[in-house]
């Protein structure tokens, strides 16, 4: 689609890079009994699976687990933000549409505002927000990617370019930056998003211009869709979503990127370049497309979605490594921390029950339902794990992203839009807490070697 001759090799050079190939894969590869030998905490966990201590927040807490009688138990989950129950903070006030804009200000600034703090706050992200048409033409209609999570890391640093004092790491300068993109971060993606289907896909250009009266759910809604026209349902749902992805503690894979390219003493757009770049893997963000994609094996190759005896020999299978994509994992279930419950998926599973209705789709619903109980079954018994394994965040927001007519494309980048808040927060937290780089350590186990002049290697 994209072509580039500059990125491809010519036939006569291809069979030398096969054989570069065969050098780095016998270089790179380490002897695995060594990690057991060296006690070496892999995915920095221990053997339980537990995460290393390696830094203190006060911006989430995350819980899957309490103490009795000394004895660690798994628990329904709970996530914090700044000490509120998230459960809370969904439910709020009863005249309060909308909570992802406030729940940013909690992140950012330790506590919950008043109303003339959250007007003034808004009223900040208004100014923040616009994007020139220079910018929206010169840097995200230029060399459009089919993946807008790359888009979004090419525009960010680009926004280094337009800043006057870019390096400038004082907190009041770093705040503005982490406003600055917090307010542009919808409008980058869903640019981003329509100028591949331009460009990539041949289709109609439509740019549409952002409301400052409206929330950035339903500005999401307004500049994605034609007509920019969205139900009430439809911008609470999203904007619940984004308040539940907006932070999940400081040991996230993202999040501890934040603190790790932080800590060296980067610029702002690095960082969150970084972060980003981090979300974007399968393992992180990109978690509920393949939740998706896996559902859609599922409605291809058994019959009757009703029927649980057909359903669980797909699942069996996948397990067995001989359905869908052959890696042995039904995707969205299963967490690092919660064991009998993900407090997300809790909240999001009712908004989804609630749109799925709305939208007619509950047969879809009822499917995903079915899975997740199954699986959590299928995976306890027929896996050694060491603690139950819930459904996660990602198993139903795929689900509802679909629903609300956002193309796949943009699955991960409005988790993206989202947890910048997050990383914001803990890039300020370590630099306000003037932290030491962060350097793990690694232990060579490789041989020295004597060095030979080049007429002298005979190999």
Request: hydrophobic content about 40%.
């Amino acid at each position: 689609m994209y072509h580039n001759s500059m990125m491809e090799l010519s036939e006569d050079r291809k069979g030398l890079f096969d054989e570069l190939v065969k050098f780095c894969m016998a270089s790179g590869e380490i002897d695995q009994s060594l990690y057991l030998e060296y006690d070496v905490k892999r995915g920095l966990r221990d053997s339980s699976g537990k995460g290393v201590l390696t830094g203190l927040t006060e911006i989430s807490d995350v819980n899957g687990s309490k103490v009795v009688d000394g004895v660690k138990m798994p628990a329904e989950g709970e996530l914090y933000y700044q000490g509120y129950n998230v459960r809370d903070l969904i439910k709020g006030d009863v005249e309060r549409r909308f909570a992802f804009e406030e729940i940013t200000y909690l992140l950012l600034f330790g506590e919950l505002p008043n109303q003339k703090q959250f007007d003034s706050f808004c009223a900040v992200l208004g100014d923040l927000q616009e994007l020139s048409n220079d910018f929206v033409r010169d840097v995200i209609q230029y060399h459009p990617s089919a993946n807008i999570m790359n888009s979004l890391q090419k525009t960010i640093l680009s926004l280094y370019s337009f800043d006057e004092n870019p390096e400038d790491t004082s907190v009041p300068n770093v705040l503005r930056q982490c406003l600055q993109m917090i307010a542009k971060m919808p409008l980058i993606s869903v640019y981003a998003y329509h100028c591949y289907r331009h460009y990539g896909l041949n289709k109609n250009l439509v740019i549409r211009a952002p409301k400052k009266e409206y929330s950035t759910a339903e500005n999401i809604l307004n500049i994605l869709r034609p007509d920019g026209k969205f139900t009430p349902l439809e911008a609470f749902v999203l904007d619940t979503a984004l308040v539940l992805h907006a932070e999940h503690g400081g040991g996230n894979n993202s999040t501890f990127t934040t603190h790790v390219v932080t800590s060296s003493g980067t610029d702002s757009y690095s960082a969150m370049a970084a972060a980003v770049a981090s979300l974007k893997g399968p393992k992180h963000g990109g978690a509920n497309l393949k939740v998706q994609q896996m559902f859609a094996d599922l409605e291809a190759n058994v019959k009757d979605w009703t029927s649980e005896a057909q359903v669980r020999d797909y699942l069996s299978k996948v397990l067995a490594k001989e359905a869908f994509d052959r890696a042995g994992l039904i995707y969205g279930m299963g967490h690092a921390v919660y064991t009998l419950s993900d407090p997300r998926k809790e909240i999001l599973k009712d908004c989804v029950r609630t749109l799925a209705e709305e939208k007619g789709r509950m047969e879809e619903f009822a499917l995903y339902d079915m899975v997740e109980r199954i699986s959590a079954e299928l995976i306890t018994k027929g896996r050694r794990v060491f603690k139950p394994v819930c459904a996660n965040v990602d198993f139903y927001s795929g689900f509802m992203y679909s629903m609300l007519g956002i193309p796949e494309e943009l699955f991960t980048p409005i988790f993206a839009i989202a947890r910048i808040s997050g990383w914001s927060a803990h890039r300020l937290e370590e630099l306000v807490n003037r932290g030491k780089i962060i350097r793990p350590a690694y232990k060579y186990v490789g041989t020295h070697k004597e060095y030979f002049p080049m007429k002298e290697r005979f190999w």
